[in-house]
């Protein structure tokens, strides 16, 4: 099998994570819960977690990293701590339905700034026209569906220079892009812990630089007296029993990058990005490509002849892995004009190969020959 759907969730982790992960199932109770051996045990390794999490992502206070079940989780902690009906909120135009739904549901009027694919300067001067009259602004690091690393700092000044609170989705940029949430100074950053952090599915962190407001309400293991939830973080946010076990994985996941080091991992996804490019560049198939500073590693196709989806079954058949559609981002295909067809999307990650890559286009190559 080749696996290249790593922008949805990375399959192949580092053997510690599982290690972890099952350990923490015979090991390990619930933090706060106890004072016995098992329930410390968990606190601990919790408690390691965010920090470890706190030092990879520059934040001033491991209480600031809340766990969640994943970054759509995160992200409606925090949209719904800060927005209200009416209220104008600016986002990029390659946001994911973890945003625009959470919006539309809040009732938000939402403007949608920098439409252009891989153009770094249309999207700041978009922002910059959009913010003076904004409330909020949202804007993902890192494009799902094309791999667009969008200029989230440029854009972070000019939220600070408006006085606009700003969330930053770092759904697809954690543990591949530097992600410092005290230079960004937004109000609050999600992230999956199963991508490119490599913990297990059901994990996920807010780092938040507000308190916000609760979308679940439940035991914390403390303040048990109250009928509110704690006013501290990260107890306010972290209703109900912890995934301990799956949180243990997350800490081997984020140790793997910290070890690793993002800079070897992006320049590692950057050069199988080259090579998918080159080897499929004449095949009879429209590859949406930036420059090697606009884009992380992740390359989205089309072809005039074969629909995506049929393409995806035929490289499934191989034992190919990839992705086809619109991978829950229709404002990013509407964006670069591929919202009636869709794309292929090929996603890499330390794990995927040279070789990998290039028997992977290969069958593109044939696939994209057939009649």
Request: aromatic share 6%.
């Amino acid at each position: 099998m080749i696996y290249l759907d790593n922008a949805a969730t990375t399959l192949v982790k580092p053997a510690s994570v599982e290690r972890s992960f099952v350990q923490a199932m015979r090991t390990m109770a619930s933090p706060g819960r106890g004072g016995h051996e098992p329930a410390m045990r968990a606190a601990e390794t919790v408690l390691d977690c965010r920090m470890e999490a706190a030092e990879l992502f520059n934040a001033p206070e491991p209480e600031q990293i809340v766990f969640t079940m994943n970054a759509t989780h995160a992200l409606n902690i925090a949209i719904r701590s800060l927005i209200r009906r009416g209220e104008r909120v600016v986002v990029s135009g390659f946001e994911h339905n973890a945003v625009t739904r959470t919006l539309q549901a809040c009732g938000a009027r939402v403007c949608v700034a920098g439409r252009r694919l891989f153009d770094p300067a249309d999207t700041i001067e978009a922002f910059q026209k959009a913010l003076p009259d904004a409330d909020f602004a949202i804007c993902t690091h890192v494009s799902n569906v094309f791999g667009y690393a969008l200029p989230i700092y440029e854009i972070a000044d000019l939220c600070r220079e408006h006085g606009v609170p700003l969330i930053v989705d770092a759904s697809q940029s954690a543990g591949i892009l530097t992600v410092d949430v005290q230079r960004l100074g937004a109000a609050f950053t999600a992230m999956p812990g199963h991508k490119a952090l490599f913990g297990p599915q059901g994990t996920g962190i807010l780092i938040c630089g507000e308190t916000g407001e609760p979308l679940l309400h439940g035991g914390s293991g403390s303040e048990s007296i109250l009928q509110e939830m704690p006013a501290f973080l990260p107890d306010r946010h972290e209703a109900g029993t912890q995934n301990v076990c799956g949180i243990a994985g997350l800490l081997a996941g984020i140790r793997f990058v910290k070890e690793k080091g993002t800079e070897a991992i992006l320049s590692h996804e950057r050069r199988l990005l080259a090579d998918a490019r080159r080897e499929l560049t004449g095949c009879g198939l429209q590859l949406f490509t930036g420059s090697e500073q606009t884009q992380c590693g992740v390359l989205s196709l089309r072809s005039e002849r074969h629909d995506c989806e049929w393409i995806a079954q035929r490289l499934a058949e191989r034992g190919i892995c990839v992705r086809s559609g619109l991978h829950c981002a229709p404002t990013a295909h509407e964006s670069a004009g591929t919202l009636q067809s869709g794309t292929v999307r090929l996603s890499f990650s330390p794990f995927v190969t040279a070789e990998q890559v290039k028997g992977a286009c290969a069958a593109l190559r044939e696939i994209a020959d057939q009649a």
